[in-house]
């Protein structure tokens, strides 16, 4: 769980109230910003576990406030961009700018419950460098008009996560039941998972919710040791840079000392 306020970044004050008590339904600390620079200087004070902005608003709208906060160092928290705008631009510039989720205002205030609890209880801080590298490579290659719901788009496939707790089970059935007992052998699992994740994922909405679809896979799938996979969540891009955990994720399960590039070591 990560600890610390969520700050809310919006310049109207109905929108503001509404989803300061959809943070309190959770028990934590809410603190309101109505302008972007008011915001910055709130992220310096107070180190927020989580931001929600809205993109338009007067001045800097939302994209300029999260890429002033990654350029000064201080995008350390998963921020969530709420727009009025089903419009496949926003996923682009909110990518780039620096966001990891979306929520097209006017729907239900449970799909902001939702996302709340996840960020905030999953272990994952942000979207993952390379699968923000690919979503948007992928939302830039979508022609504009073909795309004519985007909040649609965000939404949990369940194919996809079929398709890769089916394929997760399919492996664990071939290691002995010790396996995950040791670390080592959880960061080869959480390779490979997000390898087959990437595989079973279909353009830029599955890849936003590859943490939500590693996350679910892995409790879904019941494992003695499900419940403590999620400090690796935490430090993913630390794992991803690693040519082990890059290589672990491209072979079938298997006991750890059975890897060939670990027996042969790494050149």
Known sequence: MRKGPILLVDDEPVVLQVHAAAVKHFGFETIIADTAEQAIGYVRSYRPAMVISDVQMPGDGGFDFV??????????????????????????????????????????????????????????????TEVRRRARSEANAEVGDAIENVEHHLEISQTT????????????????????????????????????????????????????????????LDL????????????????SCDTRFVLAGMEPLKQFFEYEWYTEGLE
């Not at 998972?193 to 879904?220: A, W």
């Not at 403590?228 to 630390?238: I, S, Y």
């Open 161 to 220: 996560l079929n398709q890769v707790k089916e394929r997760m089970a399919a492996e664990l059935e071939n290691v002995p039941s010790s396996y995950g007992k040791r670390l080592v052998e959880r960061i080869c699992f959480l390779g490979r998972l997000s390898k087959i994740t990437l595989e079973e994922s279909r353009g830029f909405g599955d890849l936003i919710r590859f943490p939500d679809y590693v996350h679910m896979v892995n409790q879904s």
């Open 224 to 239: 003695p040791w499900s419940s403590e996979v999620w400090p690796l969540f935490k430090r993913f891009d630390d794992w």
């Open 67 to 128: 890429s002033n906060l990654d350029r000064a160092g201080l995008k350390t928290m998963p921020i969530v961009f709420l727009t009025g705008y089903n419009d496949i631009d926003i996923v682009r510039e909110g990518l780039r700018a620096g966001g990891d989720d979306f929520i097209i205002k006017g729907g239900s205030i449970e799909l902001l419950r939702n996302r709340i609890a996840f960020w905030m209880a999953s272990g994952f801080g942000e979207l993952p």
